[in-house]
Every structure is written in C-alpha cells, then in structure tokens.
C-alpha cells in the first residue's frame, strides 16, 4: 500500500513546465548522477522512462505532481521494491533548487536518496542505523538517517547549524509529538527543516510527504540558533516498525532474544528465527540482491515471495508456552489486504492464511509449507500491533503441535525446570 496520499489523477494533459523548470526527466537524470556519486554503481541499468529513474534492482524515483511552492520545487517519491503490487510502498521527500538544479539533485540523494539506499543495503554504508533504545534513536522505532545537511551564504554558518541540530538530537527530543501518526507497516519517511534568513526562519518537520504541525511547533521550541546570514539545514530519516532482522537463528532466551517489540513472558522461553527457510538458504550476495525489504515483521524477495513474522506457539506440558517467532508466505493479494487492514484500524480478529516457512526443532523441515490459518491481531498498551498468531493448520502434524501439551525435554533440547527426559508423543 502506497504511504502517502495519493492526489487525483489528472482528467486533462499536464501544462507544459514552468520557464527555468526542468523537464521531470531531466531532473530525474540529475538524480540519477547524484545517486552514482553517492554510490558507485546503484544506478547500472537504470532507465528514464515517463517520469520516474527505474532500476532494474527493482528500486525506482519519479517526481509527483507539484503540490505547494513554486517552479523551484521538485516532490520525489521513492518506491525501494516497485514489485510489491499492486500498491507500492513508497516514502515522499520534496527538494527547493536554490542556486542550480544540479545541488538540488545532489541534495536529495545524499538525505532522502541515501536512505532508501541504506534501507536495501542495510550494512550502514549510506546512512546511520538506529535502534529504539539507542542515545540518538526514536523511541519505540528503528531508524535510518542520513544525518544533518546544511547550505547557505557561510561555510561557517552551515558548520554550525549542522552542529546545532545534531547536538539538540531532534527526532528523539520530539518523538512523542509524531510518531502516534506513523502509519506504515513498512517505513514512514520523516523530513526535519530548519532556517532561512536572518528575522525570518522556519522551523518545519514533515511526515510522509505533509507538515506536522505539533512536531514542527515542538522543533521551533528547541532553541535552536538563528542564522546570521541565509543558512538551511534539513535531515532525512526513515522511521520504521521496530523488528530489527538481527535475532540469530534458534537462539534460546527467557524472552525471544530479538527486538522485534513482543516482549515474552520471562517464565517462557522463545526462539527467534530472522529468515524465511527459503530466503536463509541464500548466499549472502543473493540474500542481498534479492530481499529488497526488510522490516523486521514483514520481508520481501523479489523471485521468492512476500513474507509475514508471526508467533507459534507450542504448550508444554509444565505449564509454560514456547513462542516460535517464525515466517509465513503470504500471496500478493493476502499481504495487500493485511497493510490495508493495518493502515485502515481493522486488522484485530481478522483471519488469513499463509504457507509455513522454517523449521521448527525438534520436528524440523517436515513443517515447512504447511498451511495455517493466522490471525489473534490485537493492539497493545503501547499502540504496537501484537504479531499475528498461528491458530491452526491443516498439516496433521502441525494440527498436533499447536492442540496438544509436549514434554519440556523433548521441545527444548534439556530437561529445564518441567519433567525429566523422555520421548515425544507420536507422530502417527
């Protein structure tokens, strides 16, 4: 599902540019160089085609159709997978040619354009990477940020400007004011800008592509500097779902051992799968050219598939409940309805079914493409979406799995604090 609003389409042909504009595609090649300079090679391939860069990794920038300011304004919109069908998710970033449309370009691929390289590469090459509970982070979200540019008539005013705003960590300061209005499942882009002339300065924080008012009010509160001679600074940052895609694989804890959000009960043990079966048995150059998005509760490969984090949960018969935080496959249509239903408020008691996609010890790969049915969605005191559960399977075996009660020793590998060692029930 595309992330931000969407304007109606045009009933007329489009007027020609404005004079001193460029034409969308010629701006759109100026991108494209900058995003090269950014990142020898990310753009081999590439086309310019209608209005849009699009890149035969799947990744693509087109320019929207103008909506405020004038011809000096260019409103970019970056699609990281243009395979998710059939509404893309997207993130809206908009860039001011001040001087040259050539800054302008560069300006964009350095803060917007860097990040949605880091959001596929994701070894902070591009960007910075920041986890909820980290100094400079967003609390209760991950973020990728490409940190604080700054233009204007001083080299010295731009130095400290950058030094201010990234000294007065803007986005974690001011978190309460925004982020119970980020709506993606897959990424929110939040845009931070600050400057101007001297007597006359804006202060403005835009999330996904429009002006927040309480968050821009809470920025023009911070005291930040004003400038002496024209100086702007902005950052970019990706605000997504928190799920970080580090859980190393089987790895046992009191809680699940990742941070995916869904905190376990101490008294249950968890195990944190970080991969879909099929997407583990990758290379890593493959792993890395085929998942395309990853945000810690839903992953997508392009030639794979589209797959959901959930939970499975296994009764033991001690009393405690093994939690599995494992994948599912998911159809297009079956992931599009589940966004929708995010985005919309109506995802709670909703039921879908998916295609098992790990092994579960100590049963193995004789679960994997079981069919399940999901669902158990609920809000949680925090406004996080609890992880869909598995409910139930047409897999006989798996049938078994989630209806019966299993010795502790045959599930977790020891005898823990449940009954001593013995053998499973029958799998007949």
Known sequence: MSWIRRRPRATEPPPPPPEGRLPDLDFLALVRDALEEVAPGCTAGAELKGNSLRSPQGWAVAVGPAGHGDDRHYDLIAFPDVSIQPEVPCFVDCVVVIGNPRGAAGLWARSAGACMLELLDGRERFAERWGPEEEHGVPGWRSITSGVLAYGLSDQENFRFQEALLEADVLHEIADTFTADLESPWFNGVRVFYGGAPGSVEAEVQVNGERHEAASAALAALGLPEPTVFTVARSFTLVLPVGSGQERHGHAAAGCGCDCGNALDPAHPGFAHPLPHLVAELSPAERAARVTSDTGAV???????????????????????????????????????????????????????????????????????????????????????????????????????????WPAAFVLGNPGPGPGPGPGPSRS
């Open 299 to 405: 992953m997508v490969a392009r030639g794979i598939g589209n797959f959901l984090k959930v939970r499975l949960p296994i009764h033991l018969d001690d009393g405690r409940t093994v939690v599995h935080l494992a994948w599912v496959y998911l159809p297009a249509e079956v992931i599009e309805d589940y966004t929708r239903r995010v985005h919309d408020g109506t995802l709670a008691g909703h039921r879908f079914e998916g295609l098992f996609c790990n092994a579960i010890e100590p049963w193995g790969e004789e679960l994997l493409q079981a069919r399940v049915l999901l669902g158990g969605q609920r809000i949680e005191a925090d406004g996080s979406i609890r992880l869909s559960e598995v409910l139930d399977s047409q897999h006989p075996l798996l049938a078994r799995i989630l209806r019966e009660s």
